[in-house]
């Protein structure tokens, strides 16, 4: 059976079809998905019988283990954390604001994977902006203000001891382990080329940014507030709905995500992997 690729008709995104990736996958299939990947960004692949071997096998199979700090992994296994809220937790929802995986790293993971382990009859979408339909949609004289800039990325804000997720965060059913090493800082271009496609995109956002090389703190955030309202403008959005079965990869060069809630009452728990940044 060959692969059908069905665009979600928004900004990026399609639902795959035609692969079992309960089995291990020929090198053939794993090349045509990489090429469907960065074509569309986000891909869906529904009725899927995966369990967690299957997660690591396919994740090994498109890239690798990323590195995943600040997340103890689920028993038994090293790189697989567990995206999990359950149903009477009173906690700020997790990660809610837009942001590309761990892009505070030196080689941040290419991408990301999330197994619907345990999905809500509503809500809990998740929500993808296209990084390069953001850049590509300023006139000229809007992208000369951010070609050349460099972003200072840090994990500080939501896994410092002092952040989000630290010493005051109580009673969140994840195990998220906030530390020191947080407060590291890593520059990256802005606005990079991507890696495997050279089309350029706005890389991570406020949050994970923390500050512009050679820029005051306070006029780097007026900025980077300023491009956070354009990167995640609804024209650039992919809203996806989860089903059971279901495991979604993410291009982190490519998109933006952020979780949403209206799940009030009800568990979700998806099982996380991230994709090793490219070798080439
Ligand atoms: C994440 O950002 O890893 C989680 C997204 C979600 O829960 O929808």
Same mark, same amino acid.
């Given at each position: 059976?060959?692969?059908r690729?069905?665009?979600?008709?928004?900004?990026?995104?399609?639902?795959?079809?035609?692969?079992?990736?309960?089995?291990?996958?020929?090198?053939?299939?794993?090349?045509?998905?990489? $090429?469907?990947?960065?074509?569309?960004?986000?891909?869906?692949?529904?009725?899927?019988?995966?369990?967690?071997?299957?997660?690591?096998?396919?994740?090994?199979?498109?890239?690798?283990?990323?590195?995943d700090?600040?997340?103890?992994?689920?028993?038994?296994?090293?790189?697989?954390?567990?995206?999990?809220?359950?149903?009477?937790?009173?906690?700020?929802?997790?990660?809610?604001?837009?942001?590309?995986?761990?892009?505070?790293?030196?080689?941040?993971?290419?991408?990301?994977?999330?197994?619907?382990?345990?999905?809500?009859?509503?809500?809990?979408?998740?929500?993808?902006?296209?990084?390069?339909?953001?850049?590509?949609?300023?006139?000229?004289?809007?992208?000369? $203000?951010?070609?050349?800039?460099?972003?200072?990325?840090s994990a500080?804000?939501?896994?410092?001891?002092?952040?989000?997720?630290?010493?005051r965060?109580?009673g969140?059913?994840?195990?998220? $382990?906030?530390?020191?090493?947080?407060?590291?800082?890593?520059?990256?271009?802005?606005?990079?080329?991507?890696?495997?496609?050279?089309?350029?995109?706005?890389?991570?956002?406020?949050?994970?940014?923390?500050?512009?090389?050679?820029?005051?703190?306070?006029?780097?955030?007026?900025?980077?507030?300023?491009?956070?309202?354009?990167?995640?403008?609804?024209?650039?959005?992919?809203?996806?709905?989860?089903e059971?079965?279901?495991?979604?990869?993410?291009?982190?060069?490519?998109?933006?995500?952020?979780?949403?809630?209206?799940?009030e009452?009800?568990?979700?728990?998806?099982?996380?992997?991230?994709?090793?940044?490219?070798?080439?």
């Open positions: 059976m060959g692969l690729v069905e665009p979600s008709g928004q900004a990026c995104g399609a639902r795959i079809t035609g692969v079992d990736l309960s089995a291990p996958l020929d090198p053939v299939t794993v090349a045509a998905l990489r $090429r469907v990947w960065l074509d569309h960004h986000v891909l869906a692949f529904p009725d899927q019988a995966m369990d967690d071997d299957a997660l690591e096998r396919f994740t090994l199979a498109l890239g690798g283990f990323g590195e700090p600040f997340f103890a992994p689920v028993p038994g296994r090293q790189h697989i954390a567990a995206i999990r809220r359950e149903a009477d937790e009173q906690t700020p929802l997790f990660a809610e604001n837009w942001h590309a995986d761990w892009s505070f790293q030196a080689r941040p993971p290419a991408g990301t994977c999330l197994l619907a382990i345990d999905i809500p009859p509503q809500g809990g979408d998740t929500l993808f902006a296209n990084q390069h339909a953001a850049w590509e949609a300023l006139c000229p004289a809007e992208q000369a $203000r951010y070609d050349h800039l460099v972003a200072i990325h500080r804000l939501p896994y410092g001891p002092d952040g989000t997720y630290g010493a965060d109580k969140r059913s994840m195990d998220i $382990r906030p530390g020191e090493s947080a407060l590291a800082v890593q520059s990256h271009p802005l606005v990079p080329a991507h890696p495997e496609t050279g089309r350029r995109g706005f890389y991570s956002t406020l949050g994970y940014i923390v500050g512009i090389e050679d820029m005051s703190d306070a006029d780097a955030i007026d900025l980077l507030a300023e491009l956070q309202t354009w990167q995640g403008d609804e024209r650039f959005v992919y809203r996806h709905v989860w059971p079965d279901m495991l979604v990869m993410w291009d982190n060069r490519s998109v933006l995500h952020k979780a949403s809630g209206g799940y009452g009800y568990r979700r728990e998806l099982h996380r992997t991230t994709i090793a940044a490219w070798n080439g």
